[in-house]
């Protein structure tokens, strides 16, 4: 009889051992935003640098038409989805699929149910990087290639400001006359506001105001040559030297 119990007891143990290793290997899930879905749904793969690590559970409608995805991660691969990665909508395969982009290695794990930011395409997922300014990934890079010991930029004199603003006309103008003259620049120009308003959206929709603005005056300040006459050019006037 000692035996017996002694046996029940260890089994008891081991089962309960066994549904605490099962709990904690459940599946971890998070959400995200798209202002196009592409068909994706339930069952669909969520990938990361090429692997399924994850599946689609549900797809919900929002605001502004836009809507809501949730998926899940397995439990092993949960920590590559970080508070940084941008869920990029891809139909590489054939197959609608969730791609998981970090540009941060250091940026923390995201928790379960952390809401990320969702791109549905690879212009909204560069849209999001700039937004993020300054502080994203890329611009860290960028301030590791400078030379160590490079002074820091003075103020720009009158003629590199001059200089500048003819540039950045010259750009826009060009632009304006790409469109004009076909129709195809035209329609990426269209699609690319309408995919930087659905960015925008999502991003004060998800109280993220600095980035929504940072973001809305670069696409106003790329696109604001655009139906203006393309050979017309503002020199600006500094005021004479007294």
Known sequence: MLKLKGALSVSILAASMGL?????????????????????GPGDPVTHAGATIGRVTGVAPISGGD???????????????????????????????????????????????????GASSQIELQLFLAARGPGSYGQMLADLLKPLNAPPPGPPSA???????????????????AAASSPATQTQLEQMRREADGVIRQLRRNGKTEQADRLQQQVDATLSGVGA??????????PASP
């Open 20 to 40: 605490a290793g099962c709990a904690a290997a459940a599946p971890v899930r998070f959400s995200t935003q798209l202002d196009r879905t592409g068909g994706i």
């Open 67 to 117: 809507s809501e995805v949730g998926f899940e991660v397995d439990h092993s691969h949960a920590g590559e989805i970080r508070q940084d990665t941008i869920m990029v909508l891809s139909n590489d395969a054939g197959t609608p699929a969730l791609d998981a982009f970090s540009t941060d290695a250091m940026s923390p794990a995201a928790p379960s149910g952390f809401p990320l930011d």
């Open 159 to 177: 003629a590199d400001a001059q200089l500048q603003s003819l540039l950045t006309q010259l750009s826009q103008r060009t632009m304006a006359a």
């Open 229 to 238: 006459p393309p050979n017309t050019l503002t020199i600006p006037r500094h």
